[in-house]
């Protein structure tokens, strides 16, 4: 299984990559694979400011729908649009291609109440 060690995850398994008061978000190869295939990600949210921990869509698999968490407060000031055409790149690609969002950060001290690559290890029982 890939957790690459230079993100940060949640116990909601999106994973974050930190650049500046960016961050990038999707998530983790875990996921995507008790998901299954999935085949729409819904991401309404563009130019949205959100707080930490609520829902800024949904990604749906074949056989079910799951929220997707903020990781951090901010805006959303990017989605991938590669997704519309090709949801499947959250399976095949989860940390490249396959990210989901790019949030402009409220709060960096929230950054610290992320998990490590150990600690979502953890939490998977990985």
């Known amino acids: 299984m890939n957790i690459p060690e230079d993100l940060k995850f949640t116990k909601d398994h999106e994973w974050v990559k ?59 000031v990017e989605f991938n649009e590669l997704l519309e055409d090709a949801p499947e790149k959250v399976n095949t690609d989860a940390y490249g291609d396959g990210w989901m969002i790019k949030i402009k950060m409220s709060n960096d001290s929230e950054i610290a109440g992320l998990l490590d690559a150990a600690g979502y290890k953890e939490i998977i029982g990985a």
């Not at 694979?33 to 698999?61: C, K, M, P």
């Not at 056989?63 to 997707?68: A, E, H, I, N, Y």
């Open 18 to 76: 930190i650049e500046g008061d960016i961050a990038t978000v999707g998530i983790t190869d875990f996921a995507q694979g008790e998901l299954g295939d999935i085949v729409y990600v819904d991401v309404e949210t563009v130019d949205e400011s959100i707080d930490q921990n609520e829902v800024f869509g949904s990604v749906e698999a074949v056989k079910t729908v799951s929220d997707l968490f903020m990781p951090l407060s901010g805006e959303i």
